[in-house]
Nanobody, 122 residues
Framework: QVQLIESGGGLVQAGGSLRLSCVAS???????MAWFRQAPGKEREFVIA????????YYADSVKGRFTISRDNAKNTVYLQMNRLKPEDTAIYYC????????????????WGQGTQVTVSS
């Protein structure tokens, strides 16, 4: 069973950058990894994902060209690089693991992290 721990959140000014990390315990190379976010009063939304080998990537339109995802299977870690941050990116960011590529089906993720807060000031 995979367990996930996120880190790297914080406060940043609009236009700035942050890199989030998600370290996994368990069979990391056998799962696809995704990042979601949830702002106050809003539903959790898909942000970005990376599949198992070959590592295809998938993006929400709102982050295309600004966010990238990568994984290091040797370190059991997935990264979310966030550039040109906007105030509307403010949310708690969660990483999640699943066995397939059905990224928008929240109910069938096999593991979720505890979340890390990202706050973008204007």
């Amino acid at each position: 069973q995979v367990q996930l721990i996120e880190s790297g959140g914080g406060l940043v000014q609009a236009g700035g950058s942050l890199r989030l990390s998600c370290v996994a315990s368990g069979p990391f190379s056998s799962v696809g990894m995704a990042w979601f976010r949830q702002a106050p009063g809003k539903e959790r939304e898909f942000v970005i994902a990376i599949s198992r080998k070959p590592a295809g990537t998938y993006y929400a339109d709102s982050v295309k060209g600004r966010f990238t995802i990568s994984r290091d299977n040797a370190k059991n870690t997935v990264y979310l690089q966030m550039n040109r941050l906007k105030p509307e990116d403010t949310a708690i960011y969660y990483c999640a693991a699943r066995a397939d590529n059905i990224w928008l089906d929240l109910s069938s993720y096999v593991a979720w992290g505890q979340g890390t807060q990202v706050t973008v000031s204007s």
